[in-house]
């Protein structure tokens, strides 16, 4: 059942009179819950009276109930608390209730559906004094739509087996055209008003000549316009990686699909230095050629020199652009060919990076 719970908490006015006269009371000032129904407007002093909780409502302590109209006008002390009574919140509406199970007498709920539900039962209750609810809790029942009509020259297709002669709110189904025409909207919903998405109209459309992308080409494809739901596929050129659908369709409106994107490949931009790539830890002048693909990652290594360790950092190449980390320091010709064992990618890997280090709990 999908309703939703509000909770609003009503208190009770303190009731009272104000006398001038010193030889008598009027109405005293009382807590709430504490029952003023049954007293005078006016006491005379030395009238006594026994406060009591009203219904609803329960004594919270063994407080001075007996009160008194002293001569001067004004009533002895009481300590009487009175606490509402609790009416338990039902469970099935506790996942609304904000983690409370009960509500206090007068309290009210108010009850409402969602959109595409009907709300079946009372759509308020209050909590009595005898600790019940006045109604119980209502039912959301699903909207219901006819059945859909199908368009002129063509058909509804259900997503799933349909009986009788309704559908629930929610379900939705598919329009077709008897070839070549095309649906001017091809879905249809059973909307939260009860209403059915009117049929569509079938029409012929047709989707202009094709045409190549950058750095790729049309795999097979006669060079016309076509008609709706006909496809065309693409592929790219040697080293440049497909992103999108290969396929693209003439679609009811008359324009094609997205069409996919050829993403560069990388070269690394680097002359000396070892890199970690395809698995490999390999020296740049093994890469050949010199071209690592879009979306694939190669690793390089910088130099901790507080530490004197090695440590790795990756970039990734984005159609055509390889990054090169900041911290790589590219070795000169005598240290890359002399001394290649004291490079970062040679010695000792450091325990962690410096920015993990940095944002490692102290």
Known sequence: MAATLALLFLSQALLYTTVTSASVCGRPRVAEGIDVTVMKRVFEAGEEVTLKCEQGYLPSSMGTARIRCTSTGQWTESNLACSPKMCPIPEQLQPFAKGRTEAPFRSVLNFSCDDGYVLIGANGSSCLHDSSWSHPPPICKAVNCPLPNPPRDGRVVHGRPVTGTKTMYGQEWTYECNPPKAPSHEKGFCNADGTTTEPPVCREVSCSIPTNIPNGFITFAVMRPHAYKEKVKYACNEHYKLEGQAEIQCQNTGNWSSKPICRAPCTVGIKRGRIFYNARKIWIEDLK????LHGEIVVFYCLNRDEKCGYPVSSTCNDGTLPI??????????EYNLKSK?????????????SERATRPA
């Open 342 to 354: 004291s490079l970062p990618s040679e010695i000792r890997m450091c325990a962690a990076s410096p």
């Open 289 to 292: 050629p010199n071209r690592v």
């Open 325 to 334: 980390p900041e911290c790589f320091e590219e070795p000169g010709k005598v």
